[in-house]
Structures are given as C-alpha cells and as structure tokens.
C-alpha cells in the first residue's frame, strides 16, 4: 500500500460524503412540503441524540455534535428559500438531469426510480415539476413516457431539446486494456452500438446511465466501464476514457417539463392527444383541419392503446390563445375522442 | 520478388496514395512533425502549434515508448492518446503515433489517424496482423537488422489481413558505423519505388541521431524521390525525455520547411519523374 492509494481511497470517501450530504438536504426540502413549520424543535433532538451516541469510534461526540449543528442549520437555510423541486428518472448525473439544468439552472433536481414516480410525484405536490424524455434522434420514442402521458391530468408546461453526448467512462486508474463490459441504459448502449463492437466491448444494460456511472464507482466491478455523460463523470468521480462515442453525431432528446398548473408565459407550441373511429379517412379528416388552417405540425406519434385501438399525438406549432387554433382544435374535438390539450409552451432549443 | 503478392508495383506501375484527413500521402511531399515522446498536454501543444506554424501537414508524437531500459521513461499511455487528440482538434493537423501492443491497437485508432509500427515491432507478426484488420492507415518502419525483403514480407501481412494502406518509412539500420545513431539507408527509398506501389518516408531524426545532419539527409531523401518525412520537433529539446539529441527546435523546423519546399518545387521538373532502367535484374 502506498501513499497515493491511500490518498485515492480518501477522494473516493469524500465524493461519496458530498453526494450523501446532497441526498440529506434533499430529503429536508422534500419534509418541508409536509411539515407546517420549518423548524421542529423534537426532531432536532432526536437527531442530535442518535448522532451523539453513533457507535463509530472515531466520530467522536463533539465532533459529531459541531458536524450536525452545521448540517441542521443548512438544511433548514435551504427549507426557507423558495425553491422549485423538479423530479427526473435516473440517478443523478441523468441526462434528463443535465436537461433540468439546461432549462433552468436554479430548479432543484431529486431523481425517481421510474418514469411514473415522476408524475404521480407532480400528482401529489411533493415535486413543483417533472421532466421526462419523449423521443430521441437515434432510439425513437421513448414508449413508456408516451404511455404516461396518454393517461395524464398534468399539463406540459416547456420542452428543451437537447444534444445528448455520451463518454466511456471508468474508475480512475483502470487498465483500458481490461476492459470487456460496459454497462448503460440500453437506448445508451444502441447509439453506441459500432463504438462498442470496433473495440470487442460488450454491452450490459442497466437500468439508468448515471446508475451504472454510480454502481461503477461504489462497487468497481472488474474488466467493466460505463457509458453516462459528462455530469455523472464528475458526480461520480470516474474518468472520462473517450469523448463523443455515439455513432451519429447528431444525437438529441426532447424533453417535456410537466406540472399541474398552467405556464407563466404564453406559448408558441402545443401538444394534443385523441383517438379516432375505425372508419375510412378519420384520420385524415383531423389533419385537413390543420393544413387548412395553414397549422405547422411538428410531430405526428401513434401509440398503440387497446388491441386495434391507436391513440395519436399531435405537436403544432401556434398558442392555444390564437383564434386560429382554437377554431381548428374545435373542429378537431368534435372528429375525435378522448381529445385533450396536453399543453401550450415554449421549446427551448440548444444548439451543439 | 517470391511471396510479394500484394505489395509488388506489377507491371501497371500504380501507386497507392492514401488520404488522411486534408493530406495525401503519395502525392507531393509531406512532412510529419512533432516530439519524440508525449511528456506533457502543454509541451505537446506547444510543439503542434510549432509545427503547424512551420508549415508542417501531420503531428507525430509518441504515448507508448518502447524503450531501451524499464527504468526510461514509457510513455503516458491513454493519457498521451488523449493530449494527442487534443491537438489534432485545435491545429487540425491528423496525427501519427506508434502502437506496441495488439490489444491497443482499436484503442489507439480511436484517438489517432496513422497507426506507426515502430522499427523494434517491425518483426512482431501478431501486432501486424491486427494492424492489418485496423481501418487506419499504417507507417512501418525498417527493422534495425531487417532487409529490405524482410521489411516488405512484414507489410505483405498488413495488407494481407486486408488494410491496403501501408505506408513504408526508413529510419536507418545498424552498420559497423558508431558516429551516427544508425546508418541512414537513402538507397531503400528508389528500390522500394521500383519494386512496391506503397508510399516510402524517411525519418532523417532516428536515421542519424544527429542533429546537425537532420537537415541535410532531409534533402538527400527527396532529391531519392521519398514521399515525405518524419521529423523529430520539441518545443524545447534541451528538456526532452527522450532522444534530446536529434529534436529540432521550431525555428529549426521552419528553415528546414522553407529549404524542402524550395527543393519541392525544383524536382516537380518533369525531367525527374523518368530515371535510368535496365541493369541485370535480380
């Protein structure tokens, strides 16, 4: 053992108490939204109480006492600002985290195990906001999200569409010549399809990139690195081995950010869901309304609902506010089922 | 020659030329600049932008060394990939650097645009064949001992694995000669164009080991009808971890570049394309 081994394990150590400091604020913004007042004497107590008495031998009862005084008094600093909570899939370091950030760096971002803990999170007020992807240039759609939003009360409130670079990341130190498998999401692992198999790297999904970025660097498995962006390198403290690895360089998501009221502002796009009767030109019909009413469609999507039944989205370009769209979305009401107005927002577009 | 199926000119007298990036090589002369050995992302910077300036159409630089002694210094490995990488994406210059292990050599094409076999590798069969399946352009270097049948039977393999682009280069062999480094073979340069379609380089730097001869074998390799040269260029020689002796300095590379391209222009005379045949075939 040397020295600087000791010293890499210390880096380790410390990345992993600052991203569980992060995880306990979180936690404390999370409380206020079910506690009347910020601040609870009782439990203050009982926390200071448990952190004296911790069986650790070295966290030392004063030091723990001082360590927790500072942790309080931030956690309740952070409770008293008026922060937005955006809620994302994915571990932090996700791109939808990444995409959080693009929009708006001051949103706070808390990560969900699965896409439907994003809405029923926004559903029940714990979160302000979700953000979700809807489709990608290379993977297509992303099924469940649109499934979700079929069935949805909550409003689309933005979009952001961004370019979505992915790097061959490792734990520092790691022989590039060992490694065999590389772990990812699977819409990752497809866009780097020819990346992996040029190098004879096999692909293992995972569940999340940022998660594989994460249990990469807690349980350093053997011969194995991850594919996640920039942000999960740095979280994580692993090192990025390649830049840039997709295939095709023009690699986006589009993401929507959700919310249960309304936008602030006006928008310039809306989104639209219905189905139509099993009768010849339906379909069709709805469609002429817009091109009639010279209405730039955006995006067409059909997603299967029951057997033989589709359920269609429509992106446009226009504000529910124009007499224009509102004629026309009238019309388009009275042709389908099931119509509703997913939202009226603004895109924000990042160039590469 | 027996056995030389693939690199043989044959009676079409073709010539392969092989296009990285903005360059072709094969087609006027090209020089190839840059350090030794990657030491540092700022010293290699630096030494890239040198050799931009003077006028330099590719950057060298070595990430895996192949030394005489363990104890030398070997390279920065994926670090020096990575800084090579870096400069191409700021001058734009294609880099060239060596590999020594097969199981590098995908890794190494992610990051170069010339994968060099080195003169201590000419011989190693299993890196040659997986250079031979590589998609990047490769520059063989001569073997120390090696004949030029030798020479040609190893980049045979590469193009027999199915990578047509082989690039040969002479660095020198060893002579009873202990003045210079190695003895600079410059006769190779019109036996290889007699007897293969590849491109021949010559790398006047390890060929001499001196630097006050770089310049002037340099000329000698074009006035053979050599395609293009590797040179050795530090942005400060004097602290060089490796081959301190034989780097130019960029100021020294700028006049080298101002004479070679006046010699250029000079041989672009048709009278040169055409040279005496005949003799006893071997």
Redesign the interface.
Known sequence: MKLDEIRHRIDLIDSKILKLLNDRMEQGLLAKRFKDQIVDPRREEEIMEKVKHNPNALVEKDFSEDLYKIILTQSKKLQGRELIITGFQGEHGAYSEEAVRLYNKDYVTLPCVTFNEVFEGVNSGMYDYGIVPVENTLGGIVGPVNELLLNTDLQIIGAIDMPVHHCLLMVPGTD??EIREVYSHSQALAQCRRFLS???LTPVPYFDTAGAAMMLAEKQPRGAACIAGKLAAKLYNLEV??ENIEDLSKNRTRFLLLSKGLPAEEGSKCTITFTTEHKAGTLFGVLELFASSGINLTRIESIPNEPGDYSFFLDFDGSFKDPNVIKTLEQAEKQTAGFKLLGCYNEKVIED | MQNLKLVSSGKQGRRTKIKVGSVVIGEGFVVVGGPCGVESEEQTIRTAEAVKAGGGMMFRGGAFKPRTSPYDFQGLG?EGLKILAKARDLTGLPIVTEVI?P??V??V???ADILQIGARNMQNFSLLKEVGRS?KPVLLKRGMYSTLKEWLNCAEYILAEGNPNVILCERGIRTFETYTRNTLDLSMIPALKELTHLPVMVDPSHGTGKLSLVEKMSLAAIAAGADGLLVEVHINPCEAKSDADQQLNPEQFKQLMQKIRKLEQFMADPLFNTSITGGKEQ
């Open positions: 590039h010549r040029r190098n004879n081995l390649k | 994926l292990d199981r590098d995908s890794w094409c992610e990051f998609p």
